[in-house]
Each structure stands twice: as C-alpha cells, then as structure tokens.
C-alpha cells in the first residue's frame, strides 16, 4: 500500500507543555492522515496511542532525526 496523502508527517507543537493541556493541533495532524510529530502534553499517551504518533518531548534530536527517516521509508 503506498501513501496517498501529499504529506506523512506534520508538526504538531503546543504553545505549553503542561499535563493535560492538548489543543486540536494533533486531531489536526490526525484528521490529515499525518503522523504527528508532537510536543506539548507529557501525558498524551493517556489521550492516543503511542504508538500512532511521535512523542518529540520523549526523544533526543537524533534519535527524531532517526525516527522519522526510519518512518518516511517505510510506506
């Protein structure tokens, strides 16, 4: 299957990272059909599924750089 949305990945970012405060910027992201890359609530994982975004806050700037790479290869 390969990816028919014009764009796999969307930037997803709060203005504050604060348990419990998530705004429509990842159902944004979601409702594109982009995996999010997301920053904000340290407790998102309690909302979606981990395993459906990518938890910017949980990860060194290289291994995000790795992720994604990974991710964009593999449709």
Do not use: W
């Not at 979606?48 to 938890?55: Q, Y």
């Amino acid at each position: 299957m390969t990816y028919s949305h014009p764009f796999k990945f969307s930037i997803a970012c709060e203005n504050e990272r604060y348990p419990g405060y998530a705004t429509e910027k990842i159902l944004t992201a979601f409702k594109a059909g982009a995996i999010p890359i997301y920053y904000g609530d340290p407790d998102i994982a309690r909302q979606f599924n981990p395993d459906s975004l990518i938890n910017a806050a949980d990860l060194s700037e290289s291994e995000l750089l790795e992720t994604v790479r990974a991710l964009d290869k593999d449709d």
